[in-house]
């Protein structure tokens, strides 16, 4: 675990809920927080028109921090339709999703892109959750670590150390997504590792130690246990199973008590 940080629980909401459905949720994870042990961060990475509304709701619960699902990387001017970092902290966003595989197959999201968003929520004070990982032809040639290590210069370049420790970094493998299939603990954990150690590479140990390293793709209430055990694993993202907030809810329970075990043990 990252030093002094929660684990993460990510909730993609993606492009659902309405305003009354969004409130409905916040309500039953009030409900339920008790049940989270104080171990967990839920991140609800929700659409542009619930986030000012629903960061109002957020005070009074603990556990949540409110996210946005995608951000332009310029200021201010004429991007219609797009929304820039200041806006989204003002409407109370403490977290973002950058580089969503969604947004790179629909949207043109260029890993160089991906940098200037990052950089741009990292100026306003908002946590960049940023996404990389392979297809499944690039892992079926042995590819993966090679795409990992390009994926990581490229969207991390002119990054300080302070800028990668208030940064997620998200391993999303593309063949997961939206697909049913998930990677294996084992799978996992070896694209975590390999992360965290180029972050030693190039920073070092200590910015290892305190960027946080989550998994996601096709997470669910059946699985998240065994991805939980993955080696450096900081947190999962969920995104269809988490639209329903009971899941969601056992979802986080489940990720409490396995950080509550293991620093007992």
């Known amino acids: ?6 684990f993460i629980v990510q909730s993609n909401w993606k492009m659902n809920k309405t305003f009354e459905e969004g409130l409905a949720y916040i309500s039953a994870i009030r409900s339920a927080e008790p049940r989270f042990l104080g171990a967990v961060e839920l991140v609800l990475c929700v659409p542009f028109t619930l ?11 603990p556990c949540i921090s409110m996210g946005a699902q ?11 339709g797009e929304i820039s970092a200041a806006m989204l902290s003002d409407a109370g966003a403490r977290y973002c999703v950058v580089g969503h595989s969604e947004r790179r197959e629909y949207f043109a999201d260029t890993d160089e892109r991906v940098q200037w968003k990052a950089k741009a929520c990292l100026k306003h004070g908002i946590t960049p959750i940023v996404c990389i990982g ?15 290590e390009y994926q990581f210069l490229t969207c991390f370049e002119g990054f300080t150390s302070q800028a990668m420790e208030n940064t997620v970094i998200e391993y999303e493998p593309i063949w997961a997504i939206g697909s049913g299939h998930v990677a294996t603990p084992q799978q996992a954990g070896e694209a975590h590792h390999f992360i965290r150690e180029m972050i030693k590479k190039y920073y070092s140990e200590a910015t290892a130690l305190q960027t946080r390293i989550i998994y996601g793709g096709s997470v669910k209430v059946k699985n998240v246990l065994e991805m ?8 999962v993202g969920v995104g269809s199973d ?9 979802i986080s329970e489940t990720c ?9 043990s």
Do not use: C, Y
């Not at 392979?134 to 990992?148: D, V, W």
């Not at 409490?256 to 007992?264: I, N, W």
């Open 70 to 80: 995608n951000v332009h990387w310029e200021e201010k001017g004429a991007f219609t």
């Open 256 to 264: 409490a008590q396995r950080v509550s075990k293991r620093k007992a």
């Open 1 to 6: 675990m990252a030093a002094g940080k929660k």
């Open 134 to 148: 392979e297809s499944f032809q690039e892992r079926k040639r042995g590819q993966t670590l090679a795409k990992l």
């Open 51 to 61: 986030l000012k509304v629903l960061a109002g709701e957020a005070p009074g619960i």
């Open 242 to 250: 988490s639209w329903d907030v009971q899941n969601f809810i056992k």
């Open 228 to 235: 939980t055990q993955a080696r450096d694993t900081d947190g």
